[in-house]
């Protein structure tokens, strides 16, 4: 437009470089645009010469001056520049990014005065100029990531935070001002000609409040957006601009800012990660703000769902009449919260809505804004639980200590003010908080570990949704709570390297598999032998608490599946034998005392009695009877055992013995136990028949080790009754002339000499009994008819199970014996080969490499050296006087070592 229409020195006083004359131009064109205030065609006139010829030139100067100039006619129009703010605003906040830095702070100064006249009528280009003070202050920009409807450019500022004082001062001024307005105008209601900028859906698609103004000056929900695409910042600068502005908006009680949360949260969260420390605390006490507003919101919604019964009560008492259609509309205003609750239910919404809190006796819409009730904070607010618990759980596992504590610390308060949403995401939650309760910081492991017992007291005590149909199906996934990937997850932690994880893991799946154990048995096939392999975890506590959850659903379950359990649990023994040795007692001691001990035993046994793998079945059972015989967690199945007189201790005694064949000294001990002392002799006759190896031997010292034990205290004091027990003797005196001359050797003659003293060896039994009667000390009152053990039965199937052995080592030696000779002739061969001469091996090579490795298995260490049984072999210069004569052959070395084993046990 031609700038005719200001005087020539105006037009020269503006795109002067002094700014006195600018100035100067500036009055004259505020008195210009006074005297024109009533032509609008006029005063456009002079804003397009200022845009066009000044603002928008290419001399700094002159764009100088034309900022002056719209400032001006800014305040000489006064309140009437609302209808002339279109063309005024745009042009000034175009100069916001403009290089030379006069010319943003000009920009700065003029926005401010066309402001400070326009006030609330400014905060319609709220997001505009919000944006402008954005790139004033060196906002970098980063857009949100791209959703999958859409494709958004990421786009970063190039301007980096102003280095000119002015031009921050000028910024900081503009901001103060605008918060300032936005404080105290932003839900001024707008001229009627004006449409509203809060309408119920936006294009973002953001969720409004009903207590929001919908007619107001300033558009919160085109806001969020904005401050969304620029709250993933990396400026410390730019990050406490943005905290304040939300500190802003979020004292602003009608604007109910915390609705919009979930929008900014997790860049949010980021802040506290900053380097700057008043960042990171202004953060921290605008998130706790944010906490309390959303705890008031669910307590609003805990009032208004108690409101119906208040209403029904005040009907009853006035007794008045009520239109059915009245009714029904109060019925259903006042059930908001089920509705929303069952909304929630049915489609996931995760939404709880607090209605708007007119007291119950008016019901007055708030557009009438007329109620008779009282403010509640909090009502009206809308919180979305479902998106702010999926903002939150990745920070469950920040690195930050801030970040991840605040996160935990939000997930326990949800727990108590939104139970039914936080179920949902138990699986996402317990994931990351845990590896939190073993963490380095005392805060976090405290908040963890709260946040951990309050989700499960939540799980524990909710309903079960009863169902006709199979819960594995879709149709029947009505229950908030996904028990299958709950457990997987909980499986999953049984990697983690944490003790404290992995004991809680276990604690939630034993309190799962109480809550609803066919759920957990049938959620997922892996749980199982992940519980089996857990058994073989280096801490104690994680061991013991697997045992107990193996008990547990072992307990709810029926036969086959207790017995797949014993059967898997002895394959587990058989292929990791270290943990068999090092674990295998209290695995068996727990399961005893969280199971039926003779349950679990005649499993086993029944097991054991058919198991091929007789090396195996022969150390199982050696480790079952050394439980047995010493744990005080089996005193009552040791209890039974003696007690033969029962049906039911003489089947426990023959399944056991079936089993226990595969060890003759624990079979021998088993009738010591069971006081069957007659058959215990008869045993030793089939003794005489075996090899003795150095495992018997070593067993033997074992046996006579425990007889010196409290556990056969019984036993000891029935020597004094040798009319009573006669065969007891003579199976004392049989083991003794089993065991070579050694320190246990010394033990037992000592024993049976303290009684033979007494001059009871006359009793001793000359002739076996009649094969019909019981094979025992004592006498068996009641009918003839009466069930009895059939004890030739047994010793011929004790025969059967020993030459089954017996033929295995055979198999073994002559198996070690073909290696050896094989090894041997190869080496010949490639002697032969290299031109070494060598003698032929002689033709009783082989007969005498057999008897080294039999001297071997009896041990002889070269062949030669025999067990001292006579008193005649190689003695030890350690050994005392008055305890017989001590071998010092390798069996004395392998006895005395399994001594030490048997104390350690």
Not at 45 to 64: E, G, H, K, M
Request: charged share 25%; hydrophobic share 40%.
């Amino acid at each position: 437009m031609d700038s005719s229409i200001f005087p020539l020195p105006v037009i020269r006083g503006l795109t002067d470089r002094l700014y006195d004359k600018r100035k100067a131009a500036a009055l004259e064109i505020e008195k210009l645009a006074r005297e024109n205030a009533k032509s609008s065609e006029r005063i456009t006139q002079i804003i397009d010469t200022l845009v066009q010829d000044f603002v928008y030139s290419n001399n700094p100067n002159a764009r100088n001056g034309g900022l002056i100039g719209l400032a001006a006619t800014a305040i000489a129009l006064g309140p009437a520049v609302v209808a002339y703010l279109d063309i005024i605003v745009a042009p000034v906040l175009s100069c916001f990014t403009n290089q030379d830095p006069r010319v943003r702070y000009y920009a700065c100064e003029s926005m401010y005065n066309i402001a400070k006249v326009a006030k609330g009528d400014i905060l319609r280009y709220f997001n505009s100029v919000f944006d402008g003070m954005c790139k004033v202050c060196g906002l970098q920009i980063t857009l949100n990531p791209p959703r999958p409807s859409q494709t958004l450019i990421i786009f970063y500022s190039q301007l980096a935070a102003d280095t000119e004082g002015s031009v921050k001062s000028g910024a900081e001024l503009l901001d103060r001002l605008i918060k300032d307005i936005v404080s105290e105008l932003s839900t001024k209601s707008v001229a009627p000609e004006q449409p509203p900028l809060n309408p119920p859906e936006t294009d973002e698609a953001i969720e409004v409040p009903e207590s929001l103004p919908r007619n107001t000056a300033f558009s919160l929900p085109l806001f969020i957006p904005l401050l969304s695409e620029r709250i993933y910042t990396q400026n410390s600068s730019a990050r406490q601009f943005l905290v304040s502005w939300i500190s802003v908006l979020d004292s602003i009680p009608d604007l109910e800012l915390v609705s919009f949360l979930p929008e900014f949260l997790d860049g949010f969260l980021n802040f506290l990660s900053d380097p700057s420390q008043d960042v990171r605390v202004s953060t921290s006490v605008l998130l706790a703000d944010f906490l309390r507003e959303i705890k008031a919101a669910a307590h609003a919604a805990a009032r208004v769902k108690t409101w119906p019964a208040k209403v029904q009560s005040s009907e009853h008492i006035s007794d008045q009449a009520v239109p059915d259609e009245d009714k029904a509309t109060e019925h259903k205003d006042s059930n908001v919260e089920g509705a929303t609750s069952e909304r929630r239910a049915t489609e996931g919404d995760g939404t709880q809505a607090v209605a708007t809190a007119d007291a119950p006796d008016s019901p007055v819409s708030e557009s009438e804004g007329t109620g008779k009730g009282t403010y509640v904070p909090g009502q009206g607010v809308i919180v979305k639980f479902d998106k702010l618990i999926q903002i939150l759980i990745p920070h469950l596992s920040a690195p930050e200590e801030d970040i991840q504590s605040i996160a935990l610390q939000w997930i326990n308060e949800f727990i108590g003010i939104a139970p039914d949403i936080v179920m949902e995401f138990t699986p996402q939650i317990i994931t990351s908080v845990l590896p939190s309760l073993a963490h380095d910081v005392l805060s976090i492991r405290n908040i963890a570990t709260e946040t951990n017992r309050n989700l499960q007291k939540l799980v524990l005590q909710s309903p079960m949704l009863k169902s006709k149909l199979d819960y594995r199906s879709a149709e029947a996934q009505d229950d908030p709570f996904d028990y299958q990937k709950t457990v997987s997850e909980l499986r999953l932690q049984f990697l983690n390297e944490n003790e404290e994880t992995r004991v809680a893991s276990l604690e939630w799946l034993l309190m799962l598999h109480k809550k609803a154990p066919s759920k957990i048995l049938a959620s997922d096939d892996g749980t199982f032998p992940a519980l089996l392999k857990t058994l073989s975890d280096s801490s104690e506590e994680v061991v013991r608490r697997d045992l107990q959850l193996l008990a547990q659903i072992s307990f709810h379950s029926d036969h086959e599946y207790f017995r797949g359990f014993m059967v898997n649990l002895l394959s587990l023994f058989s292929t990791d034998r270290r943990l068999l040795e090092t674990r295998g007692s209290l695995i068996i001691r727990q399961l005893c005392v969280s199971l039926d001990a003779e349950r679990i035993y005649g499993t086993l046994a029944d097991i054991l009695e058919k198991d091929e793998d007789l090396e195996f079945a022969s150390i199982m059972v050696q480790n079952l009877n050394i439980i047995l015989i010493t744990s005080s967690e089996l005193a009552d199945l040791r209890k039974r055992l003696k007690n033969l007189d029962t049906r039911d201790g003489q089947q426990l005694f023959t399944t056991l013995y079936r089993s226990w064949c595969h060890s003759a000294v624990a079979t021998f001990s088993l009738c010591l136990l069971a006081q069957a002392y007659e058959h215990a002799a008869n045993m030793l006759q089939v003794f005489a028949e075996l090899e003795i190896s150095v495992n018997m031997l070593i067993q033997i010292d074992k046996l006579v080790q425990l007889l010196e034990s409290p556990v056969f205290t019984y036993l000891r004091l029935q020597l004094l009754e040798p009319e009573r027990y006669p065969y007891l003797f003579k199976c004392l005196y049989g083991i003794l002339m089993l065991l070579p001359q050694s320190s246990a050797f010394s033990t037992l003659r000592n024993r049976l000499s303290s009684v033979s003293s007494l001059g009871f060896l006359h009793v001793m039994p000359k002739s076996y009994p009649e094969p019909a009667k019981r094979q025992g000390s004592k006498s068996v009152p009641g009918k003839q008819d009466e069930p009895s053990i059939k004890f030739q039965d047994l010793l011929l199937h004790f025969k059967n199970v020993q030459a089954r052995h017996e033929k295995f080592r055979r198999q073994v030696l002559q198996n070690l014996a073909r290696g050896t000779n094989s090894r041997s002739r190869r080496g010949k061969e490639r002697m032969s080969v290299a031109g070494s001469s060598s003698a032929p091996m002689s033709s009783g090579a082989g007969n005498t490499l057999q008897t080294s490795m039999n001297a071997a298995v009896l041990g002889r260490s070269d062949g030669r050296e025999r067990v001292s049984e006579g008193g005649n072999g190689p003695r030890s210069a350690t050994d005392r006087p008055g305890n017989g004569t001590r071998s010092s052959s390798p069996t004395g070395a392998r006895m005395a070592a399994g001594r030490s084993r048997l104390r350690k046990t």
